[in-house]
């Protein structure tokens, strides 16, 4: 009977098996102990194979950001613009959220590829089909990027678990002065008990864009 490992050489590799593949391991392991190397042992081939796939790991790692953004909706220019691109920012969120170890990634020109770019036109069609000028449409592409991307990177750099955020802002607000502070203080405060659930901060910011973006097209 043949081991897990041979079964595993029998499929034969592809670009998108291997991109797949890193995808997986960085969703576990993290970009850092990413290479070459570590990737041909996840697959049960030597390094040297992966090359005939991807020219090198900066191609991998290009590949692997285009992989996440391709799990977003695209939106449809010919569809009601608020819907449609409602729907496609917070898909796009949602799968960045999958995936830790990509938002720093898209801030780079560098891995820009087939599946963000059409992201990117389908947010700028389904702009301009609403009527939206050339100056409006190039800051509320750039506001919802910013939003999406923005809003991933910090959720990842906040690491305090929810039953912790209690005990986090009594110690916090225990190095203030005393007497120091008192709006900042109140609003610790009542984060901390809170049990606001209206919208999440993606949602409220992503409301906020779109209904500026309602009454420009009023005025």
């Given at each position: ?193 809170s049990d606001y659930a209206e919208y999440t901060e993606f ?17």
């Amino acid at each position: 009977m043949a081991t897990p490992e041979q079964e595993m050489t029998r499929v034969p590799l592809s670009r998108e098996r291997v991109l797949s593949s890193g995808v997986a391991f960085a969703d576990e392991h993290g970009l850092d102990g990413l290479s070459m190397r570590r990737l041909g042992q996840e697959l049960g081939v030597e390094a040297m194979s992966l090359y005939n796939h991807v020219a090198n790991k900066d191609d991998l790692i290009g590949g692997m950001v285009d992989l996440v953004i391709a799990e977003a909706v695209l939106a449809d220019p010919e569809g009601a613009w608020r819907h449609e691109l409602e729907q496609s920012c917070t898909s796009a969120y949602e799968a960045i959220e999958r995936h830790p170890w990509s938002p720093s990634l898209m801030m780079t020109p560098d891995y820009v590829g087939p599946a963000r770019l059409g992201f990117m036109d389908a947010i700028l069609g389904t702009l301009t089909a609403a009527g939206f000028s050339d100056v409006m449409v190039h800051h509320a592409f750039h506001a919802l990027d910013s939003h999406i991307v923005g809003t991933a990177l910090r959720s990842f750099a906040y690491t305090v678990e929810p039953e912790d955020e209690e005990e986090t802002a009594r110690a916090f607000m225990a190095t203030l002065p005393e007497g120091a502070y008192p709006y900042l203080i109140e609003h610790i405060q009542w984060h901390a008990i809170s049990d606001y659930a209206e919208y999440t901060e993606f949602e409220f910011g992503l409301k906020l864009v779109f209904d500026a973006l309602e009454r420009s097209l009023e005025d």
